[in-house]
């Protein structure tokens, strides 16, 4: 039995407004959606990382060994894996707009509190909080930017996001400096915690909502939000919409789908990297600041060294991003995680020349950050539309476990008489296992596009 002529005209139009966001050129309506989104990774940078630069100036305050200091630089982490796990899901169910605001509040929630915090457990437990935003926050931002790109796009903008993340960690390492120095460390806390605030009317009215979750989930008036955004992208209207298959997928239906036989070799592997990745991206950039002290140079220098590696990371990310619009996204991935394995090495060994240290450390901030962007770019492009915030959470969280890690053991490892050198060459070993991990997927890849069918992906590995 042929369906009714209206939903037939439904189906055609829908599926021309997929394929002119897949394959058209992109408008100023869709840049500007990626923009807000590198705008809130950019805030969200700057809050993660802002305890690596005050890290020092805290444990000296409040008398902290490594160990203790390892803890507080990964509480945070630990609330992103929370989020990244338990919220970002629901932008599957309720939206990733919503999700996305309610993250901004923990966050800044978090930050403004612990600019008054007491004691390190104090801190600790804001610092869980603040995580607990910041994760929903990057994991839904990253799907939203991709499902606004057109195909030859999508590495771009995700990798964009990361940019921004690289330009916040940036400007907290140049602002820390000269905050600690006048108002103390409280202070860098309180200029987050207000950033972060003020965003969030900002998003409120400039953040659209996804295209692709309208179309696969129909929230209420779904219909004429989309011919609404189909008209910001200069596309025609929708008469209707095609029927759907209803779907009753819950949180745990959702974690159990990314390990069905279709998608449980991809999945697998994204999570290994992503943990194997996050580890040792986390031990770069939480301990090299206080690594740089301990080699003998001042705290200046060594938030100058910290911040020229997130500097580089600027650079990295939109470098990985323009690679990525003309090579397959997982050879360009690779090469990265394999220079940044090389670039570590040599700078633990360039310490004790601070011009060289500082040149290889930005050099590292280029190759490390751009890991992250590609793996952030690649894990939306393996799960369908009504599961790809649950499939990028379920990774992002995976892979802070591998950051919660990595900060303390190397706290504990350096207590226990470790040289910053064997840390360094531990790291650049993990960087070769994420690298080799990832040639699996291209043997996935005709098996996990098969099963996804009509679903729009992204740039090729």
Known sequence: MSPPPHRAAGRLVTARLTQALDDGPMSRFQWGAIAICVLLNTLDGFDVLVMSFTGKTISGEWHLDSGTLGLLLSSGLAGMALGALLIAPQADRIGRRPVILAGLALAAAGMLLSSVSQNWQQLGALRLLTGVGIGAVLACSNVIAGEFASRRWRGLAVSLNSTGYAVGATIGGVSSVALIDRYGWRSVFLAGGLATLAVIPLAFRLLPESLDFLLSRRPANALTRVNELARRMGQPDLPTLPDREPTKLTSAGGFRRLLAPDLRRATLVLWGAFFLVMAA????????????????????????????????????????????????????????????????????????????????????????????????????????????????????SVGRVGAIIAPTTAGWLLDAGWTPLALYVTTGAVFCAAGLLLLAMRAEQPTAKAARGSERTSTPL
Request: glycine content about 12%; overall charge neutral; aromatic content about 10%.
């Open 281 to 396: 991206f986390y031990f770069v950039t939480s301990w090299t600041p206080t690594l740089l002290v301990e080699a003998g140079m001042s705290a200046t220098q060594s938030l100058t060294g910290g911040t020229l590696l997130n500097l580089g990371g600027v650079f990295g990310t939109a470098l990985l991003g323009a690679l990525a619009a003309r090579y397959a996204l997982g050879s360009v991935l690779r090469t990265y995680l394999f220079v940044s394995a090389a670039l570590v090495v040599a700078f633990a060994s360039s310490t004790d020349t601070l011009v060289l240290a500082f040149c290889i450390g930005a050099a590292i901030g280029v190759a490390v950050n751009g890991c992250i962007a590609g793996l952030y770019a690649l894990t939306p492009s393996v799960y369908p539309a009504p599961l790809r915030a649950t499939g990028v959470g379920a990774a992002i």
